[in-house]
């Protein structure tokens, strides 16, 4: 009888286990048919779903395989889609005798992948975080079911309210001044908590890949805006981050897998209940927890003398304890992330991407990534935040280097060390050593190490740096960096406010350099967006350096022209470009006093031509007697 009643109990159980088998959400949303890759990872949330099996009678579509994961409330299922056409699937998860039918919707794409045109140097990115940058709708200023955070202007280091729609409304500024690519720091769903004083608004911690932030907008208006973008000539960057999600990510309350994070051996000591607001830890974590703090060193990465420890302290440490450290070695996780870039070049028809902290990740993981967007999107482009300012650290990064045992496939890094240099020489003299404009010289006499010098990304400052100005209004030097970065053989990078005199420096909080653009939120009386909201000085600097862009746009000498640069004679540096007979000359004055410029010292790039005109004035210059220079006086010439 106990026997019996037992046996009993146990089916009852087994039958409720069975009937409790819920599907709650499936990963990525929708996919499209006519992919090189036919493989298609779905990710099954729910309840229960350890063991179930997954069919689909689809026509052109196959079940490769099940993964069962450790976790119950997670299930992967691998679809061949070799043959498929676009449509309705109904998919059947059966376990045991339930059964749960789910639609899912193969899209067609709108385009090949190789017709997707990513940015290149004929572009120039204006960098831009779409929380300070402009509030376009105050409806999404505050969003119930998100977890606690303010709203508060006041408060350099928690969220100001600025969306998609103010970004929007502003595309004809973004013409005007001559950019002609965006890249918004990322607008996933960040839905994380203020804690101590601060948020997430910079968005770099995703708790859903495939949402927009509700305070920034939804899906359907980023694709807007990028559609109306498109209309306008501008191209559309998006920022990702693979190295790591948000704490508040779904994952974080149950993982999928002990290896879907590396060291997650911590979580384990907190009650897997929220996290402590003031420490980030999980609630209970032990005070001498086994907590891994990456060390920020990039170098045990290349380094072959590098010790294990060194290197794990790198790529496995978390970067801050609100922000877990995805494991790219299990390659569940690598596919989940691959398909994610796929899908949103696919909905949203962005034209490029931004890999945060790219180094921190797994390299042989990276590298799958960009061979498959390579494959896919030949002409497509993405930018890997390599934060080093030694430039052969950063070449071994490029794609194709022979730097490197391990082809990264990534076309695009950013050029640290430019950045390092312009900003130490903007406070010395050039001398006729090691100082000043010398430092830009030598960095660039190393551009040997690089595969592609033009597919590496320069910039002056950016959201994690101070700004070029720093306290001060220095624009002799600011348009000495501009006239340089927009002229030299690069992919040139802005960074927004620059253009109206944005200053500021991250010695309190890095909120400092991340200023509400002038005029652009509700409340504010003068605007920088046009030119009457603009000071005598605003309209000066964006007068100049809209000139710069928009001569810059399609010129042939500056896309595909050869570089030649010259020592630093007496302080004047002199950086040509070359194309079919056609030259212009950057000719900087690095000191404080007044130069000449001896044109006979340059006669291999001015060649037999005595005219020329400079780009910004128009006015026509002599070339043939030597040109007097005001101190740190910029010009940009062109025979």
């Known amino acids: 009888m106990k026997k019996l009643l037992f046996t009993f109990c146990l089916l009852a159980q087994t039958f409720t286990t069975y009937a409790q088998m819920k599907i709650t959400r499936i990963d990525p949303t929708d996919w499209y048919v006519g992919m090189k890759d036919a493989s298609l990872q779905l990710m099954f949330y729910g309840n229960n779903l350890q063991g179930a099996s997954v069919t689909t009678d689809y026509e052109g579509v196959s079940v490769d395989s099940v993964v069962s994961l450790p976790n119950t409330h997670y299930l992967l299922a691998y679809l061949n889609l070799r043959d498929a056409k676009p449509g309705m699937m109904t998919l059947k998860l059966t376990k045991g005798k339930t059964a749960k039918n789910v639609k899912y919707e193969l899209k067609q794409r709108e385009m090949s992948g190789d017709k997707r045109m990513g940015f290149t140097n004929a572009d120039v990115l204006y960098m831009l975080m779409p929380d300070r940058f402009a509030n376009g709708d105050t409806k999404n200023d505050q969003i119930k079911g998100m977890n606690k955070y303010v709203c508060d202007r006041t408060k350099p280091s928690l969220r100001h309210g600025g969306d998609l729609e103010g970004i929007r409304k502003h595309l004809d500024y973004f013409t005007n001044l001559g950019v002609t690519a965006l890249w918004f720091t990322p607008v996933l769903e960040n839905n994380s908590p203020d804690t101590n004083g601060f948020s997430t608004y910079h968005g770099y911690a995703t708790t859903d890949y495939y949402k927009v932030d509700p305070r920034f907008g939804t899906n359907e208006e980023y694709r807007k805006l990028i559609d109306e973008a498109h209309r306008k000539g501008l191209k559309v960057v998006m920022d990702m981050i693979f190295n790591h999600c948000g704490f508040e990510h779904p994952w974080l309350k149950e993982l999928p897998s002990d290896d879907w ?169 050039t001398d006729g050593w090691w100082d000043g404009l010398n430092r830009v010289y030598n960095s660039l006499a190393e551009d040997y190490l690089y595969e592609n010098p033009r597919d590496v990304m320069v910039f002056i400052e950016n959201h994690d740096t101070d700004r070029f100005l720093g306290h001060g209004q220095d624009v002799a030097a600011l348009k000495q960096a501009l006239a340089l970065l927009l002229t030299m053989n690069r992919i040139p990078q802005l960074y927004y406010g620059t253009e109206v005199l944005l200053n500021g420096t991250k010695e309190i909080t890095d909120g400092y350099v991340r200023q509400d653009f002038p005029g652009s939120f509700p409340g504010d009386v003068h605007t920088a967006f046009t030119a009457e909201g603009r000071s005598k000085a605003q309209n000066e600097m964006f007068n100049w350096l809209s000139k710069l862009l928009h001569w810059r746009q399609g010129n042939e000498v500056i896309v595909q022209g050869k570089q030649i640069q010259f020592i630093p004679h007496q302080g004047v540096y002199v950086l040509a470009r070359q194309y079919q007979g056609r030259s212009v000359l950057t000719i900087l004055n690095g000191t404080s006093k007044e130069a000449q410029l001896d044109v006979k010292r340059y006669a291999e790039v001015i060649g037999k031509s005595t005219a020329a005109h400079d780009v910004i004035t128009g006015e026509n210059v002599d070339m043939s007697k030597d040109i007097k220079l005001a101190p740190h006086q910029t010009l940009v010439i062109e025979l």
């Open 261 to 429: 994070l590396n060291e997650p051996e911590w979580l384990k000591e907190g009650t897997g209940s929220g996290r402590d607001e003031k420490t980030g830890m999980p609630n209970g974590t032990k005070t001498n927890s086994k907590y891994l703090q990456t060390s920020y060193k990039l170098t045990p990465v290349l380094d072959p003398y590098a010790s294990k420890i060194d290197l794990k302290e790198t790529v496995d440490g978390w970067f801050v304890p609100s922000m877990p450290d995805l494991n790219q070695r299990n390659p569940h996780v690598i596919k989940y992330l691959i398909q994610n870039s796929i899908w949103w070049i696919e909905t949203a028809g962005i034209n490029g991407i931004r890999m945060d902290t790219y180094p921190y990740a797994d390299r042989k993981a990276m590298a799958q990534w960009m061979k498959t967007l390579n494959e896919e999107y030949p002409n497509f482009n993405v930018v890997g935040e390599t934060w080093n300012t030694e430039p052969a650290y950063t070449a071994a990064w490029q794609k194709d280097s022979k730097l490197s045992d391990i082809n990264s496939n990534l076309k695009t890094v950013m050029d640290f060390s430019f950045f390092e240099k312009i900003n130490k020489a903007k406070n010395e003299e």
